[in-house]
């Protein structure tokens, strides 16, 4: 499981005060569009998952983006043009003709899952459930929706401004119902 952020001062004021969009992003243009952010002086966040691809002749483990077709940048709103002419950058993910950022809780629990190591894996996006919060292991703290599949445990986080959802493995002796 991989995972790439860049770190840079931001063209203006303090780069950590200001919101995480979602970006649009040519397909499979992810890596490059998330190193061109940076190479601007941007903070980027590119979620990877690692997995194994069978071609006819062989096997590969490649690390692939947990988000397809999105990276998430922090930026001040008002001074998008360098963001979005970034190469491979479409736009910036809106609803009702404004920017919507990204909820904060939902991306810190996503680099969470990311940074613990745990097996993780693109899942679909899920509102109902049961909500839980893992209580020790390496993603304490983390809450998500629970999901019993094949025999094991999984947590399910979503990013609700992408519809998308990221399931990770967790051991149910380590989680308990949120009420």
Known sequence: MGIAIARSPQPSAEPSTYPWFALTIKPRHEHAAAASLAGRGYESFLPLYRTTHRWSDRLKTVDLPLFPGYVFCRFDYFH??????????????????????????????????????????????????????????????????LLQIKGHSRIVVSVSILQRSVAAQVDRDCISPIS
């Open 80 to 145: 998008r043009l360098p963001v979005l002419t970034t190469p491979g950058v479409f736009s910036v993910v809106s609803f009702g003709g404004g920017p919507h950022p990204v909820d904060p809780a939902e991306l810190a629990a996503i680099q969470e899952i990311v940074r613990s190591g745990v097996p993780a894996e693109p899942w679909p996006f899920l509102r109902a459930g049961q909500r839980v919060r893992v209580e020790r292991g390496p993603l304490a703290g983390t809450e998500g929706i």
